[in-house]
């Protein structure tokens, strides 16, 4: 049985900073590609940022790009994502989510399991 849970979410202001983690169990997050999308209110849920299995590829939607980071630490299979300079149109709810593979994936089809999210909201 593989459980994701994020946490860190929060209300915090324009230029502000959070971080978010995701705590896996059930599969080990140096196995398997892993990845962070993100879900606002009526709209679809868009990548955000990826990695491969061995963490050596990582790469970020334009719209992060230079503002946020991926990071895990194996021994705790949890991941990290650091978010700097956050704007309003961040606000939304954060999925952190475990690939069925090793290659590094940007769709969300190439997921086989998602956490519950956890909101982000950043007022201006």
């Known amino acids: 049985q593989v459980q994701l849970e994020e946490s860190g979410g929060g209300l915090v202001q324009a230029g502000g900073s959070l971080r978010l983690s995701c705590a896996g169990s059930g599969r080990t997050f140096s196995t398997y590609a892993m990845g962070w999308f993100r879900q606002a209110p009526g709209k679809e849920r868009e990548f955000v940022t990826a990695?491969?299995?061995?963490?050596?590829?990582?790469v970020y939607a334009n719209s992060v790009k230079g503002r946020f980071t991926f990071s895990r630490d194996t021994a705790k299979n949890t991941s990290y994502l650091q978010m700097n300079s956050l704007k309003p149109e961040d606000t939304a709810v954060y999925y952190c989510?475990?690939?069925?593979?090793?290659?590094?994936?940007?769709?969300?089809?190439?997921?086989?399991?998602w956490g519950q999210g956890t909101q982000v909201t950043v007022s201006s």
């Open positions: 989510a475990i690939a069925g593979g090793r290659s590094i994936a940007t769709i969300r089809e190439r997921y086989d399991y």
């Open positions: 990695a491969s299995w061995s963490g050596g590829m990582i």
